[in-house]
C-alpha cells in the first residue's frame, strides 16, 4: 500500500518561502511520477509539479515556473517542493499525489487530471498573506 505524508504548510508573507515535503512509503521498484496539486476555496484541484523518481524528469505549470523547484531524495523516500518569491493567489491545500510513471507522459504535459492519480496525501494548508 502506498502511503504519503507531506508537511511544511504554514502562513507567509507575499515574496517569503516555504518547503514543502512528502514522505512516501509503499513504492516498487517501478519509476512513479509524484507531485503536487494545489486546491483554493471554490477552485478545482490543480497540477503544480510533477517529478520522475527514477529519472528526474520534471513538470512545472506554467504559473509557478522560476519560482518553484521540485526535487527528491531517494534515500529518504521524500519529494520535496521549494516554494519561492510566494504570491498570494499560491494561497491553497498542497496535496502529495503519485502514479505509476508511463514514460514521460507525465512531464511532457501528460497527467493534468487528478483522477490520474491514484495515490494522496492528507494535504497541507499553505497560506500567502500580509
Known amino acids: 500500500e502506498v502511503l504519503l505524508v507531506e508537511s511544511g504548510g504554514g502562513l507567509v508573507q507575499p515574496g517569503g518561502s516555504l518547503k514543502l515535503s512528502c514522505v512516501a512509503s509503499?513504492?516498487?521498484?517501478?519509476?512513479?511520477?509524484v507531485g503536487w496539486f494545489r486546491q483554493a476555496p471554490g477552485k478545482d484541484r490543480e497540477r503544480v509539479s510533477i517529478?520522475?523518481?527514477?529519472?528526474?524528469?520534471?513538470y512545472y505549470t506554467d504559473s509557478v515556473k522560476g519560482r518553484f523547484t521540485i526535487s527528491r531524495d531517494n534515500a529518504k523516500n521524500t519529494v520535496y517542493l521549494q516554494m519561492n518569491s510566494l504570491k498570494l493567489e499560491d494561497t491553497a491545500v498542497y496535496y502529495c499525489?503519485?502514479?505509476?510513471?508511463?514514460?514521460?507522459?507525465?512531464?511532457?504535459?501528460?497527467?493534468?487530471?487528478?483522477?490520474?492519480?491514484?495515490?494522496w496525501g492528507q494535504g497541507t494548508q499553505v497560506t500567502v498573506s500580509s
Open positions: 499525489a503519485a502514479v505509476r510513471a508511463r514514460g514521460s507522459y507525465y512531464f511532457v504535459g501528460g497527467g493534468a487530471a487528478p483522477n490520474e492519480y491514484p495515490y
Open positions: 509503499g513504492f516498487t521498484a517501478d519509476d512513479y511520477a
Open positions: 517529478i520522475s523518481t527514477t529519472y528526474g524528469d520534471t
